[in-house]
C-alpha cells in the first residue's frame, strides 16, 4: 500500500475547505453555540442564585417560626400564670369570704346564746323570786300568825328605825 503524498495542490484546496467551513462554522454555527452556552450559563447562574434566596428565605422563616413559637409558648405560659393566679385569687377571696360568713354566723349565734342566756337567767330570777316572796308569805303567816308576835316585830322595827 502505498501513502497518499501530499501535494502543494492537496494541501492548497485542505486549506481553502478547512478555511471556508471554519468561516462557515463561525458564521453559522459558532455564534448559537457560544449564545446557548451564555443562556445556559446565565440559567445556571440565576439557578444557583434562586436556590440561594430560596435558601435564605428558608432560613429566615425558620427563624421567623422559631421566634413565634417562642412568642406562643411565652404567652401561653403568661396566660397559664394568670389563670393560675386568678384562681389563687378566687380561692382566697372565697375563704375570705366564708370566714367572714362563719365569724358572722359565731357572732350571732353567741349573740343568740348570750340572749338565751340572759332570757334564762331572768326567767330563773323572776321564778326564784316567786318562789322567795311565797315561802316569806308562808313564814310571815307562821310568825305573824299571833297577836304579840306582830306587835313584838313592830317595835324591834322601830327601834332599828331610830338607830339609823
Do not use: C, H, Y
Request: net charge positive.
Amino acid at each position: 500500500m502505498e501513502l497518499i503524498k501530499p501535494s502543494i495542490g492537496l494541501i492548497f484546496w485542505m486549506s481553502v475547505s478547512f478555511f471556508t467551513l471554519l468561516f462557515i462554522l463561525r458564521k453559522f454555527a459558532w455564534k448559537p453555540i457560544l449564545n446557548m452556552l451564555d443562556e445556559r450559563e446565565q440559567n445556571i447562574a440565576e439557578a444557583l442564585n434562586t436556590a440561594k434566596k430560596a435558601r435564605e428565605e428558608m432560613a429566615s422563616l425558620k427563624a421567623d417560626n422559631e421566634r413565634l413559637l417562642n412568642e406562643a409558648r411565652l404567652e401561653r405560659d403568661r396566660m397559664l400564670k394568670e389563670a393560675r393566679d386568678t384562681r389563687d385569687a378566687i380561692i382566697a377571696e372565697s375563704k375570705d369570704k366564708a370566714q367572714q360568713e362563719a365569724n358572722k354566723i359565731m357572732a350571732q349565734t353567741r349573740e343568740t346564746i348570750r340572749t338565751e342566756k340572759n332570757a334564762a337567767i331572768t326567767e330563773l330570777k323572776n321564778q326564784v323570786a316567786s318562789m322567795s316572796i311565797e315561802i316569806a308569805g308562808k313564814i310571815l303567816r307562821t310568825e305573824l300568825g299571833n297577836d304579840e308576835k306582830q306587835k313584838s316585830l313592830v317595835q324591834d322595827m322601830l327601834k332599828d328605825i331610830k338607830m339609823n
